[in-house]
Nanobody, 126 residues
């Protein structure tokens, strides 16, 4: 399994921005789905963004579409989540995840992701 480490979490005010990073222990720049998930207290884990590493095609949950952007720095093997226009409802633990796949069609399926980071906390004050 790929070892994943998130960084960049913290606090922001509503309307502000944060950038999360995820470093991987091995090359995830080819035939990988890379995703960001989050889980707020008392709620189920939610997949919010994914990227297929070969083509850089992306997908987003409706809750973050237009505000968050997922990207992958292939030279340094780092996954990012750029979060803009933060809302108090965005407060959660955020997790980076990776899954080896044969094509981009499966990246929206949570069971594809077999490697997970430990998570990082994001708080948003109103």
């Amino acid at each position: 399994r790929v070892q994943l480490v998130e960084s960049g979490g913290g606090s922001a005010q509503a309307g502000g921005s944060l950038r999360l990073s995820c470093s991987a222990s091995e090359d995830t720049t080819w035939d990988y789905c890379m995703g960001w998930f989050r889980q707020a207290p008392g709620k189920e884990r939610e997949g919010i963004a994914h990227i297929y590493s070969r083509t850089s095609s992306t997908g987003y949950a409706d809750s973050v579409k237009g505000r968050f952007t997922i990207s992958q720095d292939k030279d340094n093997n780092i996954l990012y989540l750029h979060m803009n226009k933060l809302e108090p409802e965005d407060a959660a633990m955020y997790y980076c995840a990776a899954g080896r796949v044969a094509g981009s069609g499966a990246c929206h399926i949570p069971s594809v992701y077999l490697s997970w980071g430990r998570g990082i906390r994001v708080t948003v004050s109103s």
